[in-house]
């Protein structure tokens, strides 16, 4: 049994990381959370101690450290300018680290968190659950099997549909989220980088507050994607249902399903890290990279191979006057 500390306990991802604690038989020990509506920890650890204050989180870690419960792992929840700074008090403390997706906002944050790994011996670990999601192996294997030459057709489309709250809270502000490619498109770049090779060419149509679009080339695949949290750019049929949320995978107009089980990935995801298999550094840094410089490319409008919902009309910023 390894002992577990958390950091970003009242965040939305938060419960996930503690039902993988439990599942996988480990103990959280210590969590720390700016904000107090962290009572789900009851559902999983009532006995955990929590902390509103850093500085006593961190007295409480150093203590543990010294003592017969040391952290063995710190799972970090917290928003994702906040990743490499909580990510280094992990190392510093001698625990390996969990983080959540975007491991960090730009690359050179993962050269320096190599460095800090090499001082203290221990490791990062990133969770890039759609890895591990059966339908996603099973594609990127017919894709290793078919031709060597062979160059496809990819559609990605992820609407997520999110209420004004968002643009008050960290998500809405670029410098802190990274904007809506980091904040909900990373792991599908890293899917796709993962499955279809490296980027050979990346261009932005739209970049706004509310959505995302662009185009890559990839070594094995052109790819048309498109972001959003507005609903109005969901397609008419999921609206006429009721639905906020949309997700598709099209390879050469063939949809891939994907939808189910996302709930247990991370727990998966957790199990692959205690077994020895967890993905790195150097397996974060490809999506890294990608949405940096999605973050500072000029965007080009509807010019070229655009995703067909990226003709959406575009609307004003909900605080704008």
Same mark, same amino acid.
């Given at each position: 049994?390894?002992?577990f500390?958390?950091? =970003?306990?009242a =965040?939305?991802?938060? %419960?996930?990381h503690?039902?993988?604690?439990k599942?996988?038989?480990n103990q959280?020990?210590?969590?720390?959370?700016?904000f107090?509506?962290?009572?789900?920890?009851?559902?999983? *650890? %009532?006995?955990?101690d !929590?902390?509103?204050?850093?500085?006593? *989180?961190?007295?409480?870690?150093?203590?543990?450290?010294?003592?017969?419960?040391? /952290?063995?792992?710190?799972s970090?929840?917290?928003?994702?300018?906040?990743?490499?700074?909580?990510?280094? *008090?992990g190392l510093?403390?001698?625990?390996?680290?969990i983080?959540?997706?975007?491991?960090?906002?730009?690359? +050179?944050?993962?050269?320096?968190?190599?460095?800090?790994?090499?001082e203290?011996?221990t490791?990062?670990?990133?969770?890039?659950?759609l890895?591990?999601?059966?339908s996603?192996?099973?594609l990127?294997?017919k894709?290793?099997?078919? %031709?060597?030459?062979?160059?496809?057709d990819?559609?990605?489309?992820? &609407?997520?549909?999110?209420?004004? +709250?968002?643009? @008050?809270? +960290?998500?809405?502000?670029?410098?802190?989220?990274?904007?809506i490619a980091?904040? /909900?498109?990373?792991h599908?770049?890293d899917?796709l980088?993962?499955? !279809?090779?490296?980027?050979k060419?990346s261009?932005?149509?739209?970049? @706004?507050?509310d959505?995302?679009?662009?185009y890559?080339?990839?070594?094995?695949?052109?790819?048309?994607?498109?972001?959003s949290?507005?609903a109005?750019?969901?397609?008419?049929?999921?609206?006429?249902?009721g639905?906020r @949320?949309?997700?598709?995978?099209?390879m050469?107009?063939?949809? &891939?399903?994907?939808?189910?089980?996302?709930t247990?990935l991370?727990?998966?995801?957790?199990?692959?890290?205690?077994?020895?298999e967890?993905?790195?550094?150097?397996?974060?840094?490809?999506?890294?990279?990608?949405?940096?410089?999605?973050?500072?490319?000029? %965007?080009?409008?509807?010019?070229?191979? *655009?995703?067909p919902?990226a003709?959406?009309?575009l609307?004003?910023?909900? !605080?704008?006057?």
């Amino acid at each position: 049994m390894k002992n577990f500390a958390l950091i =970003g306990a009242a =965040g939305y991802i938060a %419960p996930r990381h503690m039902k993988a604690i439990k599942d996988t038989n480990n103990q959280l020990l210590a969590a720390y959370d700016k904000f107090d509506s962290v009572g789900i920890i009851d559902s999983h *650890f %009532p006995n955990a101690d !929590f902390f509103t204050e850093f500085e006593r *989180f961190d007295r409480h870690v150093e203590k543990l450290k010294r003592g017969a419960d040391k /952290i063995n792992y710190m799972s970090v929840c917290s928003p994702n300018y906040l990743h490499d700074s909580h990510i280094r *008090f992990g190392l510093r403390v001698g625990a390996n680290v969990i983080c959540e997706k975007p491991l960090v906002l730009n690359p +050179w944050n993962i050269d320096a968190l190599k460095e800090v790994e090499q001082e203290h011996g221990t490791k990062v670990f990133n969770i890039l659950q759609l890895r591990l999601h059966p339908s996603i192996i099973a594609l990127k294997e017919k894709i290793q099997n078919g %031709p060597k030459d062979k160059v496809y057709d990819i559609d990605l489309a992820y &609407i997520t549909s999110r209420g004004h +709250w968002y643009y @008050t809270s +960290w998500k809405g502000d670029v410098t802190k989220s990274g904007g809506i490619a980091t904040n /909900i498109g990373v792991h599908f770049y890293d899917m796709l980088t993962w499955i !279809f090779g490296d980027v050979k060419e990346s261009v932005v149509h739209i970049h @706004t507050h509310d959505r995302a679009a662009g185009y890559f080339e990839l070594e094995k695949a052109r790819v048309r994607w498109f972001l959003s949290i507005n609903a109005d750019t969901l397609p008419k049929a999921v609206k006429e249902r009721g639905g906020r @949320t949309y997700r598709s995978l099209t390879m050469e107009g063939e949809e &891939i399903e994907f939808s189910d089980g996302f709930t247990e990935l991370h727990t998966h995801s957790y199990q692959h890290i205690l077994d020895g298999e967890g993905f790195g550094l150097d397996e974060a840094r490809n999506s890294i990279q990608i949405v940096h410089d999605i973050r500072h490319m000029e %965007p080009i409008g509807l010019r070229g191979e *655009f995703h067909p919902l990226a003709k959406a009309k575009l609307v004003n910023h909900p !605080f704008s006057v």
